[in-house]
């Protein structure tokens, strides 16, 4: 029932993202920008026509727009647009524990929602952390809706709600699975992060729209550089038969979005 393939989508874990990526702090972060650079890179090299991070903490967004042209989407500022357009104030309801709150007050603060977002609400623990590294934890039972997970999700959003949310941006793009069943028990509008990413990037392709590229360097220096990194990526990682035929296919390209995942 959530159509996410009316563009036809890859993942940047199709081409074998070197190395595992976390978020739970700055360095994580840090680190997870850069590798989403490198892939963005690669995707407008083959083609794509907009990426979208498939991450509500939107790591190296502004990095990964410095490097390329095409439309760069950041599912957590995708969620907040959306949000923000629902009501006059809205909520983040996260899965994940205090630690990672200064991520979400930092996001929010950057893309000027800081006024307008009640407050962010955390669901697990700091202690629940290290199950879902080791078996999936609350985020397992989360996605086999377990009553007594999606129960601690609604008293989560009410709280919100009584904050005063006319809406709830969910602060991960693993709880689009319990969207709708959030929604119906509460009777406010969750918005799935991951579902905003992908359609506003739909959006600003349809509409041939994108970001202005940050100034770094010459221009003309910036794209040389970004040629010979991309067309060194191309190599190493070709991707599926049928992608390589249609890197120089600018008619398909202007239909495709490429995913880019932690």
Known sequence: HRDLHSFPTRRSSDLALAGEVSFINELDRTIAGLHFVEAA????????AAVFLNTAGDYGIRQVRAAVSIPVVGAGQASYQIASGLGDRFGVLTVWPEVTRPMYLKLLADYGYADRCVGVRHVMTNDELAAVAEN????SDMTSKREATVSRLVQAAADLIDQGADAIALGCTCMGGVADELQR??????????????????????????HRRAPVNSPGRI??????????RIQ????PRHLRRHVHDRRRASQRVWALIV
């Not at 999936?136 to 985020?139: A, I, L, P, R, Y």
């Open 223 to 232: 794209r040389r550089l970004r040629g010979r990194h991309a067309q060194r």
């Open 185 to 210: 028990r509460t009777g406010y509008p969750m918005v799935d992060p991951l579902v905003a990413a992908h359609k506003t990037a739909e959006l600003l392709v349809t509409m041939r729209l994108s």
């Open 136 to 139: 999936g934890g609350f985020v």
């Open 236 to 239: 190493r990682y070709p991707g």
């Open 41 to 48: 890179m690669r995707a407008e090299a083959e083609g794509y």
